[in-house]
Each structure stands twice: as structure tokens, then as C-alpha cells.
């Protein structure tokens, strides 16, 4: 049997970020292999930055199509991804990119295999996934953590998961400038974002270093929803800061070959995030001999980063600790050099691209050998609440909502902010359209405040959320939940605005009043 294409889905368009990256890159280099590749970009609506069509390979097939969100769109993409069959399908990011391909497994299961990669560790992630199993022929998470949950969750396809990290690029052995007298060089490069990247720290990183006496400069290399925001704060630490030769400065997004050049000025890279599958950035300065100065997130990061042997790490949102480990670098209390040849050697052992890329055909080979899998006629195509508890969405939800708005009513607790803005949030919007309390607007941490707009209610950031006027604000996440409390019920309370949380510490799938627990 010839090979079948392989289609590419990327459901955000070719927006800023790992995952294109990955995308780009595996597309590129399959087609360098003699393989008939389609990268298919959908309209996202979003006004996330997006790669240049140009980056893509010529021998690769760009393919445009409809959004993914609405019904309409799905319909209109399906019709697309019927012209490509036969093809082994690579959906991304989204439980709707699944559902098309439930779809075409449905009506056409000869001609269509699916692989599943598990890019974040997040239930969101892990629920789709779950969901949609029946159409996967192989799964591939890119790191231990994302490895150990997909098997806990299917154990019954534990011969299908396969685990197999990014890989990148490793560039010949170059001298690098030892830090000497000089300020220590750091960079963030990637997506500009505040809910997962935590990138309005670094501002503070540059106050607390600043206060510390350690002189540095702060690159910052990328785009997205919170690159307007950055700017804004940047430019007010400018003239604050006691030592003028340390300096902070965002730059828009590079491509993938001038990324280098950055790795190469560099000491060391920052990785402030709460939530990581296993980041390529991350690998990438590794490799070229960047020093990581990473937070201590579930998934990846321990899979190739030793604590004060091949980088630094520190706990989850706490910029004390990160201003101390660059501290513990620029001051030689860290042997940087020997971190350096130590990371290097690291991503070199851990993720060579080629040892990467052939995994991953002979993984996209056994999935095309594989017998079809159809999709169960009886099982909804489209993930949602009732189906599945998307997004992490227990089956409750839509009830423990309705409740706890009822009571707020009762109490004359209005008007009222929803803070999320995403899955969670749009899963339960019938409840929040026939809200009996007035919805103020929704407070969000990972978008552009600015002109964003929800159903007609403005977004804006959790510092301006008194600007809603709210009496109530109500938590619309069951992953983040307990950490958005802890982050913000001080602050919220000192502004005389109460924070409900949904859950609490009930197990998701406990039924019953709200009240007990939803006032934390």
C-alpha cells in the first residue's frame, strides 16, 4: 500500500505559538521525506498574531477553511477535508477539529486514519481525547506526565499511546560568551499570553531584580493577546528602575531560523508558565546552550530540566523565587558554563529531530496499516457538557449554575461578572443567557481588554474588574478554579466584590445544592 497524505490540522490558523511551530516544522520536514503533506489553517476570528503563509514549505499543501466553532463551520470544513480522503488526519487543540473527524469516520472509515497528539497537559485536553478514542488509531503525548494520564484514562489503548517529545533542531557546538562583567542576557520567546505563560510577570521579574542590585537585559520575543498590555506596562517601568543600564524590550514575533541568533545572545531562557505540555521553546534554547530558568509545572518540565544541573526551576507564580534563581546565575553562585554544556547535552540526548521524526512516520505508518475505526452511530459527533463534560465540564454543571445564580438573585447580589472567557464559560451559555441577574461582563486574564467582546459583554483584565461594577463575581472554570481564588479573592473582597466558586472542594461528580460551597 502507497502512503496516504497526511493532513495537518491547525484549528487557530497559523497563530503564534508552539503547536504551528510543531506544525510547520513536522509538515516541512515530512515532505523533505518524499510524503504528500496538507497543512489545513482555519479562520480562527481571533486577532492573535499569525505566522506568514511564507514559512511554510513549498512542497507543503496550505489548505484554507472555515471555523471550527459553529455548526455552519464545521459543515463547511467537512466538505473540505472530503476533498483531501484518503489522508491520515492530524486534528489539533480543539474537541470541534475531532468532531470533523468523527465525521468523516462516521460515513467514510476506509479512508481515514486519525492521530491524536496530546500537546498540553489540561483537562480540557485529556477530556477530548478521551471522548473522541474511538476514531484514534494512535496517540502521542509529548511528555511523561501527558503519557501517564492518557493511560490512567484509556487504559484499554495503552498499546496505542506513544510517548515522544518535541523535537528540535540541535545546532553545531558554538562559543558562547561566558557572563563575565557583563549583565546577564535573559529571553522569553514565545506567546505573549497571561492564562497559561504568565508573561506580565516579567515586569515584576525586572522590579525584583532590579531591587536585588543584579544587572540584566530582558528580551522578549513573540506576540499575542497580551502583547498591547505588556507594552503598556514596560513602558511605565521605564525611568523606575534604579540602575539605568537594566532594561526590559518586547520584539514581534521571528521566524524559526532567526529564533537562533536569539538563543545564541542569550544566557538564559524564561519559562514563567502555569500550565506546559512540553515546550519547545524550552528544548530549543537548551540546545543552543541557553541555561532554562523554568517554573515547576506538572508536565515536561522534569523531563529534561535538572534542578541546578542542566537549568534552574522554581515554583508555579512565584517571581521571588525566579528573581532568585537569575540572581543565583548573574552572581556565579550557579555554575553557568557547566549549565550550558549540561542543557545542550540534554536536549541533544532527548530530542534530536531526526531520532523525533522517525518515530513519528513510523507511528503515522502503523496508523495507516491500522484496521478503520468508525465512529459510533449512537454517539453525539460534537463533545459537549451533556456528552461529556467538556473542558472538564462535569455533568452538574449546567444545574450548579442555574442554582447559584437563583440564589444570587434572591439576594439582590447584582449585577455580576463571569471571570472566563473560555470553554467552560461558552459550554454553559444557555445558562448565562437566561440569567436572572444582570451579567456586568466577564473578567479574563487571557485576553486583550480592548475592544474583546463576549456575547455582547466587554472582557476585561482582573486589575480593571471593579470597572464592571460587579457585587458577585462568579469563577466559570473547574480547572483553574481553586487557583483563581487564591489569586484574586483578596483583592476582589478589599474592592467589595464577593468570589464565588462553582465547586469548591466537592468532587466534580457530586450532585446537589450549590450553596453548601459554592460561597468559599
Not at 533542531?169 to 506567546?191: F, M, N, S, T
Not at 482582573?462 to 479573592?489: D, F, K
Not at 473582597?493 to 450549590?514: I, K, N, Q
Request: glycine residues 8%; hydrophobic residues 45%; charged residues 20%.
Amino acid at each position: 500500500m502507497s502512503p496516504w497524505p497526511i493532513t495537518i490540522m491547525l484549528p487557530h490558523g497559523l497563530a503564534v505559538g508552539g503547536v504551528t511551530t510543531w506544525a510547520v516544522q513536522l509538515a516541512g520536514a515530512l515532505a523533505e521525506k518524499g510524503r504528500e503533506v496538507r497543512v489545513v489553517v482555519h479562520e480562527d476570528g481571533s486577532n492573535y498574531a499569525q505566522l506568514p503563509a511564507a514559512r511554510i514549505a513549498p512542497a507543503v499543501r496550505l489548505v484554507h477553511a472555515a471555523g471550527l466553532t459553529t455548526a455552519t463551520g464545521r459543515q463547511e470544513a467537512l466538505r473540505a477535508y472530503r476533498r483531501l480522503l484518503p489522508t491520515v488526519l492530524l486534528p489539533n487543540l480543539l474537541a470541534e477539529g475531532y468532531a470533523v473527524a468523527a465525521s468523516l469516520a462516521l460515513t467514510l472509515p476506509e479512508e481515514v486514519r486519525v492521530v491524536a497528539w496530546n500537546h498540553s497537559d489540561n483537562a480540557y485536553d485529556y477530556t477530548y481525547l478521551a471522548y473522541y478514542e474511538p476514531i484514534v488509531q494512535q496517540f502521542v503525548p509529548v511528555s511523561r506526565r501527558c503519557t501517564e494520564e492518557l493511560a490512567c484514562r484509556m487504559p484499554a489503548r495503552i498499546d496505542a499511546i506513544h510517548h515522544v517529545p518535541y523535537g528540535v533542531h540541535v545546532p553545531p557546538p558554538q562559543d558562547r560568551e561566558a557572563l563575565g562583567e557583563r549583565p546577564i542576557r535573559l529571553v522569553y520567546a514565545g506567546r505573549m499570553e497571561q492564562a497559561g505563560k504568565r508573561v506580565l510577570g516579567y515586569v515584576d521579574l525586572a522590579r525584583a531584580l532590579d531591587a536585588r542590585g543584579v544587572r540584566f537585559e530582558l528580551r522578549l520575543v513573540g506576540d499575542g493577546p497580551q502583547a498591547g498590555e505588556l507594552r503598556r506596562r514596560i513602558a511605565a517601568l521605564a525611568g523606575t528602575l534604579r540602575h539605568a543600564e537594566n532594561r526590559v524590550w518586547l520584539e514581534p514575533a521571528v521566524s524559526h531560523e532567526r529564533i537562533a541568533s536569539v538563543w545564541q545572545w542569550a544566557d538564559a531562557a524564561l519559562l514563567n508558565s502555569t500550565r506546559e505540555g512540553f515546550s519547545i521553546s524550552m528544548v530549543e534554547s537548551m540546545a543552543a546552550g541557553c541555561v532554562p530558568i523554568v517554573s515547576r509545572v506538572a508536565s515536561g518540565v522534569d523531563d529534561i530540566v535538572i534542578d541546578g544541573q542542566t537549568g534552574l526551576t522554581f515554583p508555579v507564580d512565584d517571581i521571588d523565587a525566579l528573581a532568585d534563581c537569575v540572581a543565583r546565575l548573574a552572581r556565579g553562585e550557579a555554575d553557568w558554563r557547566k549549565m550550558s554544556d549540561a542543557a545542550c547535552g540534554a536536549a541533544r540526548r532527548h530530542c534530536d529531530y531526526d531520532q523525533f521524526l522517525g518515530r513519528v512516520m513510523h507511528i503515522l505508518d502503523e496508523a495507516q496499516a491500522g484496521p478503520p475505526r468508525a465512529w459510533p452511530i449512537d454517539r453525539p459527533l460534537v463533545m459537549n457538557a451533556t456528552t461529556s463534560g467538556c473542558g472538564g465540564l462535569p455533568t452538574d454543571a449546567a444545574g450548579r449554575l442555574e442554582r447559584l445564580l437563583e440564589s444570587l438573585a434572591q439576594r439582590g447580589e447584582e449585577p455580576v461578572a463571569i471571570f472566563g472567557a473560555g470553554r467552560h464559560t461558552r459550554a454553559l451559555a444557555d445558562v448565562w443567557a437566561r440569567s436572572p441577574v444582570r451579567i456586568a461582563g466577564v473578567i479574563d486574564d487571557g485576553y486583550e481588554q480592548n475592544g474583546s467582546r463576549l456575547w455582547g459583554w466587554p472582557i476585561v483584565t482582573p486589575e480593571a474588574a471593579a470597572a464592571l461594577g460587579p457585587r458577585a463575581v462568579v469563577i466559570s472554570s473547574r480547572m483553574h478554579e481553586a487557583e483563581i481564588y487564591e489569586r484574586h479573592q483578596a483583592r476582589f473582597s478589599a474592592a467589595g466584590m464577593t468570589l464565588y466558586r462553582l465547586y469548591g472542594d466537592m468532587p466534580a461528580e457530586r450532585t446537589g445544592a450549590v450553596e453548601d460551597a459554592a460561597k468559599a
